[in-house]
């Protein structure tokens, strides 16, 4: 019995440990909605809708095009969108003024040459 107590201090130590060096700070802050449900008529339109997005575009359009991000990161190093569902990991990657810079599919079903970016454009 005293062996399963020094177990379980040591299991929620750990757990605290881990939990509490994995926080961010609120300038750090992601949105992230990995349990949103995308139905599979979204799903199949995203390529289509991927492939229009254009550099230069802001985010408020690129969000209206494609739905909301699966992952959104807005900081001093990253700022980024990201539609993960399915089969298809899709990247449009902002400035600091939020216009699209790079767009990347990072999934071999998407339909156009949509890995394109400002360096390629200008």
Known sequence: MKHFWKLSVVAVATTFVITGCSS?????????????????????????????????????????????????VRNQSENYDQYEAGVYVLYIHYDKDDRAIRVIPLSDNVPCDAMFSIEEEG
């Open 24 to 72: 961010t700070s609120p300038e750090d802050w992601a949105d992230y909605d990995k349990t949103r449900f995308i139905d599979e008529s979204t799903l199949r339109e995203w390529p289509t809708k991927f492939c229009s997005l254009r550099i230069g575009f802001k985010r408020d359009k690129v969000q209206k095009t494609m739905g909301k991000p699966t992952w959104s």
